[in-house]
T-cell receptor
Framework: GIQVEQSPPDLILQEGANSTLRCNFS?????LQWFHQNPWGQLINLFY???GTKQNGRLSATTVATERYSLLYISSSQTTDSGVYFC???????????FGTGTRLKVLA | NAGVTQTPKFQVLKTGQSMTLQCAQD?????MYWYRQDPGMGLRLIYY???????DKGEVPNGYNVSRLNKREFSLRLESAAPSQTSVYFC????????????FGSGTRLTVV
């Protein structure tokens, strides 16, 4: 089946720094989402982004499906950005998303 | 607030007991999903319902059953709980199966002893 790899697995930043999280997938996908799981366990959808670029405030994402990767950019990070960021991909012909194992981000004040 | 509501938030079961996890959404979404999250393994799909009246197996369906009671509600049943089912369970919904973003509930932390 399709493999989803996220990098880096762990990241520590000072408040105000920028970062780029990467999601690589091993086969074609029709759908892709990014999620943030906060330290209390709540999962929040950040982007539904099967292709192209989207921006929402300090966050933006780019998916290049033909090259099998997606990037999540966090600018001017804040302590509330801490948590785990998951990428999930949906292969063609199925509604089943496959989740990566996440990037754990800690933003220090 | 609009969203996905899961009950209960916490549950401890003895091996062999049964229980039903409830999930309801008020966003008029067509599709609903049940995931489990285990340490270091991301989320894995248990069952999903692409539309009212349909249900399908995900990656890890063994030991579970589901019911799409109506458009709003999607329940997950453990008939005979096992310690391997200790996990955090999340329900999610989306407007269209696979082709729109998910909204997750707050999760149910289940321990089977």
């Amino acid at each position: 089946g399709i493999q989803v790899e996220q990098s880096p697995p762990d990241l520590i930043l000072q408040e105000g720094a920028n970062s780029t999280l990467r999601c690589n997938f091993s086969d074609s996908v029709n759908n892709l989402q990014w999620f943030h799981q906060n330290p209390w366990g709540q999962l929040i959808n950040l982007f539904y982004i099967p292709s192209g670029t989207k921006q929402n405030g300090r966050l933006s994402a780019t998916t290049v499906a033909t090259e099998r990767y997606s990037l999540l950019y966090i600018s001017s990070s804040q302590t509330t950005d801490s948590g785990v960021y998951f990428c999930a991909v949906g292969p063609p012909g199925t509604y089943k998303y496959i989740f990566g194992t996440g990037t754990r981000l800690k933003v220090l004040a | 607030n609009a969203g996905v509501t899961q009950t209960p938030k916490f549950q401890v079961l003895k091996t062999g007991q049964s229980m039903t996890l409830q999930c309801a959404q008020d966003m008029n979404h067509n599709s609903m999903y049940w995931y489990r999250q285990d340490p270091g393994m991301g989320l894995r799909l248990i069952y999903y319902s692409a539309s009212e009246g349909t249900t399908d197996k995900g990656e890890v369906p063994n030991g579970y059953n589901v019911s799409r009671l109506n458009k709003r509600e999607f329940s997950l049943r453990l008939e005979s709980a096992a310690p391997s089912q200790t996990s955090v369970y999340f329900c999610a919904s989306s407007e269209m199966a696979g082709a729109s973003g998910y909204t997750f509930g707050s999760g149910t932390r289940l321990t089977v002893v």
